[in-house]
């Protein structure tokens, strides 16, 4: 569904339920994407990246996995908790050499407790 | 220590003022950037210095004049400032290697009057 005002899709879990974030890109030249997590009145802050010739990387609660065929990036968040209630963007490098990141639309992400 | 730092925080002025902000990394970063997110949280690039030099711009209003008096610092000047300018500016900065996060600072909201 949509949020009413800002229109961003919307996911909503329960505390300590998985999330999963989808995102499609538009670039199939693109060599490298970030997801960032953007909390009310913050700047996008940096959670994982994966360059093209990955399919999957591992962090802290987070995975990121590439779909190259389908160009298709998801964010999988483990044991989701409050703190994780944000927007969240992937982005992709299009500019080759010169590095230009193009964004995606963003989720609101809301764990209930 | 805040990594990628702006100024002012908020800013509020009157439509044809022009205005200036400003930001600083202490990364010791080779590339920054200024971006613009509208009021639907999209995320779009305005420019791109690297060692002082623009290298990335995008159609931006001529209005907009970025300047870059070190690779530390990128600061950008508004002239005769529009309704539509209104939104969210945030700088941020990278390594100069397209396979490395851009950090963010916590962004600057412009109101205009």
């Known amino acids: 569904g949509e949020s009413v005002g800002l229109h961003l899709p919307t996911l909503s879990v329960q505390e300590g339920d998985n999330s999963i974030i989808n995102c499609a890109y538009s670039?199939?030249?693109?060599?490298?994407f970030i997801w960032y997590k953007q909390e009310s009145g913050k700047g996008p802050q940096f959670i994982i990246d994966?360059?093209?010739?990955?399919d999957k990387r591992q962090g802290q609660r987070v995975t990121v996995l590439l779909n190259k065929t389908v160009k298709h990036l998801s964010l999988q968040i483990a044991a989701t908790q409050p703190g994780d209630s944000a927007v969240y963007f992937c982005?992709?490098?299009?500019?080759?050499?010169?590095?230009?990141?193009?964004f995606g639309k963003g989720t609101l992400l809301t764990v209930n407790p | 220590d805040t990594a990628v730092s702006q100024t002012p925080k908020y800013l509020v002025t009157q439509m044809g003022n022009d205005k200036s902000i400003k930001c600083e990394q202490n990364?010791?970063?080779?590339?920054m950037y200024w971006y613009k997110q509208d009021s639907k949280k999209f995320l779009k690039i305005m420019f791109s210095?690297?060692?002082?030099?623009?290298?990335i711009n995008e159609t931006v209003p001529n209005r907009f004049s970025p300047k870059s008096p070190d690779k530390a610092h990128l600061n950008l000047h508004i002239n005769s400032l529009e309704l539509g300018d209104s939104a969210v500016y945030f700088c941020?900065?990278?390594?100069?290697?397209?396979?490395?996060?851009?950090?963010f600072g916590d962004g600057t909201r412009l109101s205009i009057l």
């Open positions: 210095y690297n060692n002082k030099e623009l290298i």
């Open positions: 670039n199939s030249a693109s060599d490298y």
């Open positions: 982005a992709e490098n299009v500019g080759g050499s010169n590095y230009k990141l193009t």
């Open positions: 941020a900065s990278s390594q100069d290697r397209t396979d490395q996060p851009q950090h």
């Open positions: 994966i360059r093209s010739n990955m």
């Open positions: 990364l010791g970063h080779d590339t």
